[in-house]
């Protein structure tokens, strides 16, 4: 029995006990992305579940011009007709099934890929879940596409960003002067149905016409490229007949079916997104998990005067649940709406040890509404000034250091250093129109919640 367990932590099996298993990296990380920030306007769309999520993402896609590069990043994805079954056992489905697909960016893909010349590189999280004999799943149906990559994230333990980039080809027509036309979305929306349909969400696009945005895509990209350098094969283990290829590679154009905005009463739904341009005067940027996560975060907490207003999925991270309380403590106005409902038994003891905490503290705590499946959004808003948003939580795995004594990396599973760490994208901008537009449904969630009680 210990040989076996060894084995399988040797083989990067186990992790820890509380997260599904997956492959970790195999080398040491090396903190090297610094955050960037840019003075002056800079051009965005903003977009919140369960309203403008799926149309947002699938229209990123089915609008991006003939030759354009994709490039994706997503922990998971989550088949809408049960051809993925979540973390144990194997998954799939016949060709037929698959075919059907109704996760309308599955579709968006192949159709981008297969009529206008669009490729593709996708990095997702391997869970060592196997396909089915004889089936097959959505990763295997894309890898199985000329032009389109799928690789599994190796840089650090977890990919937890959700990000999609589009690139078109450089003269494009219609991409004017400096403006590239190429878009970058950064968002807490998993793929799958709840996350897309049912959940609270929030992210931001960045649209890239020739304004300070372009640096902010620049250093996306280079996060990406680092990873993608990073990455391992994605394997697909089975094989199909010649009939069934002929079905998979078909450039036969697949319906792309958008569900409309579900009808939630009480919810407060978010307008149709419109891309519009921050003030010449604000300042916007992008940080990385784990780079130099926790210090940016910590330095922009510690400047706070008078407010701190967070929506958030989870608090579990004891630094972060210090500061909070240390700023409470010291008369800052805090806001916290949290998730009412988390998924994980793990996580909602973290985030109950923090709010209890909190609560005991003498600070007032309010639980997002019910009618969500879970609130996963991640933003604060400090002094009403500054808006930060995450694809992570504040959470150990989301933003945390390296070790002391290790120089600044993340030594690889299963050294005795090592440490189980997410790559998440964060965004910023001291914006006031971008903060209104996040304060406005912060405000309206925290109308329609409750509030906490310790016997949450
Ligand atoms: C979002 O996806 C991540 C990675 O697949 C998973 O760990 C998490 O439980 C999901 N969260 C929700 C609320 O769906
Ligand atoms: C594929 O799966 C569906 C649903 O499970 C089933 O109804 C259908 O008969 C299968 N088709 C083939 C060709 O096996
Ligand atoms: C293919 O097999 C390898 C080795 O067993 C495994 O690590 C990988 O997850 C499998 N890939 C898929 C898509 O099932
Ligand atoms: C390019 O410029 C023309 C003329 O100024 C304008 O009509 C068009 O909307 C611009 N296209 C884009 C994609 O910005
Ligand atoms: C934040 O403030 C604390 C003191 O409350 C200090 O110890 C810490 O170094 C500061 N962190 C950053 C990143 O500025
Ligand atoms: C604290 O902030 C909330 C939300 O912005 C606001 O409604 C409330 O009036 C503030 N309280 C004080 C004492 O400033």
Known sequence: MRGLVAALVLAGAVASPYRPSFDHQ?????????????????????????????????????????GSRIDIGTPSMDSWVGCTYGDSGCQGC?????????????????????????????????????????QIAPFDWLALQSNIEVRYFASVTFLH?????????AGTPGVNGSASGRKGAVSSVNWSRTSFTKNREAGVVLVGKGGGEEELLDA??????????????????????????????????????IPSPPSIPGEFVTPVPTVFSTSASSTSGVFVSPDYSMDTLLADLNTTQSSLEIHI??????????????????????????????????????????????????????????FFTYSHQKYWIIDGKKLGLSTGNWSPTDFN??????????????????????????FFTTDAGVIQRFRQVLNNDYEQGTDYTTSW
């Not at 960037?36 to 609008?63: A, R, Y």
């Open 26 to 66: 195999t080398q040491t990380y090396t903190v090297s992305h610094k955050p960037v920030s840019v003075d002056g306007s800079i051009n965005l769309e903003l977009f919140f579940s369960p309203d403008h999520s799926i149309d947002t993402i699938t229209n990123l896609i089915q609008q991006a011009p003939d």
């Open 161 to 169: 960003e959700k990000y999609v980039q589009v690139v078109p080809p």
């Open 401 to 426: 250091w390296p070790m002391p004594g290790q120089s600044g990396t993340y030594p690889a599973f299963p050294d005795p250093d090592w440490q189980d760490a997410n790559r998440d994208l964060q």
């Open 313 to 370: 999925y989870q608090v579990t991270d004891d630094t972060l649940c210090d500061k909070i309380e240390e700023l409470f403590n010291n008369g800052v106005n805090v806001t916290l709406l949290a998730s009412s409902a988390i998924y994980s038994y793990y996580d909602k003891n973290g985030a109950r040890y923090c709010y209890k905490r909190l609560y005991d503290a003498g600070m007032s705590i309010r639980l997002t509404p019910s």
């Open 94 to 134: 016949n060709v037929t099934g698959m075919r059907g697909e109704t996760f309308p960016v599955f579709p968006a893909i192949l159709n981008a890929a297969h009529q206008r010349s669009v490729s593709f590189r996708i990095i997702s999280n391997n869970y060592n879940t196997p396909t089915c004999e004889g």
């Open 220 to 257: 996306l990209t280079a996060v990406f490229e680092d990873d993608w350098s990073r990455t391992t094969p994605y394997t697909v283990n089975n094989t199909y007949s010649p009939s069934e290829m002929s079905v998979i590679t078909s450039p036969a154009a697949l319906p792309v079916t």
